[in-house]
Nanobody
Framework: QVQLVESGGGLVQAGGSLRLSCAAS????????MGWYRQVPGKQRELVAT???????NYADSVKGRFTISRDNAKNTVYLQMNNLNPDDTAVYFC???????????????WGQGTQVTVSS
């Protein structure tokens, strides 16, 4: 079982920055596609950013130019640098991991417990 532990959330003023981290127990971490998702009460969990094993990134339109996803395979860790935060970014942020063969899911749908990000006006 893959264990994911998020950290780095907190309270920040609008315009500020936070850096989230997700540490994975998986020894094959470098082969996994990693992602960040977020969710607010009463709404569906939404994609924020993903990064493939090859380093290709994808971002939701709402965070393009403000957020950056990266990974350090030596540390089995994925990061989300969040700049120019606004109150609409307030949510619980979850780390996600999937092992794929092309577009086919091999093993995955692993999730962390989430870390709260609150942006005040």
């Amino acid at each position: 079982q893959v264990q994911l532990v998020e950290s780095g959330g907190g309270l920040v003023q609008a315009g500020g920055s936070l850096r989230l981290s997700c540490a994975a127990s998986e020894s094959r971490f470098s082969r996994y596609e990693m992602g960040w998702y977020r969710q607010v009460p009463g709404k569906q969990r939404e994609l924020v950013a993903t990064i493939t094993s090859g380093g290709t990134t994808n971002y939701a339109d709402s965070v393009k130019g403000r957020f950056t996803i990266s990974r350090d395979n030596a540390k089995n860790t994925v990061y989300l640098q969040m700049n120019n935060l606004n109150p609409d970014d307030t949510a619980v942020y979850f780390c996600n991991a999937n092992l794929k063969d092309g577009l086919r899911l091999v093993v995955g749908n692993y999730w962390g417990q989430g870390t709260q990000v609150t942006v005040s006006s």
